[in-house]
């Protein structure tokens, strides 16, 4: 898999950066063009990402992650973002993996979920940087000591709990599939609601069969 790298703003102006290090309007973000940098490094993605950044688009001057923070309705202010293209359809996620991660969390000290672009689900320390490409889906903090992981979540209301928690993973996994891009971010679960698993499990299918290497 290969990663390129966009700016954007709050109207949904996109730039992605080319081979020749400028940056041009990009129409449609799932579509990899020949002159697109890419990189299957994650740590060279995670490094272009420096906060603060003027770029010239156009004899525009732009700021990407200033300092100060976005400010609302400054479309000169512009956001990171990372797409993630494969060569090969990745196999999908799968609910006793993640079950297994958080039995086996630690509740002495604070995690964090993540759903990787391998698939797999795991529990790590804080401080993730906020771009990573290895990451399809980071959910809030569970702090130590709250009970959220370990062997003793195995209660009645462990399946509902991992139910919501597999169910909004496999929401961003296919977002993630169907608009390339990578490290959403979750405060709010998906509802208990089979039939919402079922019409993810639909979509991917289709994705699958449409698939096209890049």
Excluded at 86 to 107: C, I, K
Excluded at 177 to 189: A, F
Aim: aromatic letters at 10%.
């Amino acid at each position: 898999m290969v990663f390129t790298i966009d700016v954007e703003n709050e109207l949904d102006s996109v730039f992605r950066l080319k081979n020749n290090g400028s940056w041009q309007s990009c129409a449609n973000k799932t579509v990899l063009l020949d002159d697109d940098f890419r990189s299957p490094d994650h740590q060279t993605l995670i490094d272009l990402q420096t906060p603060d950044r003027q770029i010239l688009i156009n004899n525009l001057q732009y700021t990407v992650d200033p300092e100060m923070g976005i400010e609302v309705g400054n479309p000169t202010h512009l956001t990171y973002s990372v797409c993630c293209f494969r060569s090969v359809f990745p196999t999908h996620p799968m609910r006793p993996q993640m079950e297994t991660a958080f039995l086996n969390g630690d509740d002495n000290i604070d995690n964090t979920l993540i759903l990787g672009v391998d698939g797999l689900f795991r529990l790590v320390r804080l401080g993730i940087f906020s771009g990573n490409p290895e990451i399809v889906v980071q959910f809030e903090r569970f702090g130590r000591g709250n009970g959220y992981v370990g062997a003793g979540i195995q209660d009645d209301g462990f399946d509902q709990y991992m139910g919501e928690y597999f169910r909004t993973a496999m929401h961003c996994w296919r977002n993630h599939l169907r608009y390339k891009e990578i490290h959403y971010q979750s405060d709010e679960l998906e509802s208990d609601d089979l039939d919402l698993l079922l019409d993810i499990y639909d979509d991917l299918s289709n994705l699958q069969q449409n698939f096209q290497p890049r």
